[in-house]
């Protein structure tokens, strides 16, 4: 389900794909056991193709994620490109490919370099759950123990 989507042309060159966002830990796409800011700055560009199918860039793309208590901090480079089709039935099926930060509300953020699906219903619930070849290169836990 990537990082939370911002509007962005379908035309032309990239453009400003920075935006904030905040999970309290009860909040059901917690990340960590805590209350956590992010800020992710780069650019992006997400090109609309026909049957319901996009390709987003995000070039120059990094995530900044921080404990809101304690303001510690990391930063992640993340800019891989994301392949979506959605079908007749609402499931959306993401193909990820190269270094793309993500997560889910079920298994928290990311890391992953490689060539990586997944998909979800149009109630962003998990239909299938993450594949691929490559590396998961940070998972949840070690993204939320460099924040303790």
Same mark, same amino acid.
């Given at each position: ?8 042309? *379908? ?6 794909? *920075?935006? *904030? ?14 209350? &956590? ?17 996009? &390709? ?12 809101? $208590? ?17 079908? $007749?039935?609402? &499931?959306?099926? $993401? ?7 993500? +997560? ?8 992953? &370099?490689?060539?990586?699906? +997944?998909? +979800? ?19 949840? +836990? ?7």
């Amino acid at each position: 389900m990537g990082l939370p989507s911002v509007a962005a042309a *379908s035309s032309g060159a990239p453009g400003d794909g *920075s935006y *904030s966002f905040d999970s309290p830990s009860a909040d059901v796409f917690a990340l960590c056991p805590f209350a &956590i800011h992010a800020d992710v700055t780069g650019k992006i560009k997400v090109n609309s193709l026909p049957n319901s199918r996009s &390709i987003t860039i995000n070039p120059g793309q990094y995530a900044t994620i921080a404990k809101t $208590e304690t303001r510690k901090q990391v930063t992640l480079n993340s800019t891989g490109t994301f392949h979506d089709t959605t079908d $007749e039935n609402g &499931i959306t099926t $993401e193909h990820m490919t190269g270094r793309t930060l993500t +997560w889910d509300k079920n298994t928290g953020p990311v890391l992953i &370099i490689g060539d990586y699906t +997944w998909a +979800w219903d149009d109630s962003g619930n998990v239909t299938q759950h993450l594949t691929g070849q490559g590396q998961i290169s940070l998972t949840p +836990w070690d993204i939320c123990a460099m924040l303790r």
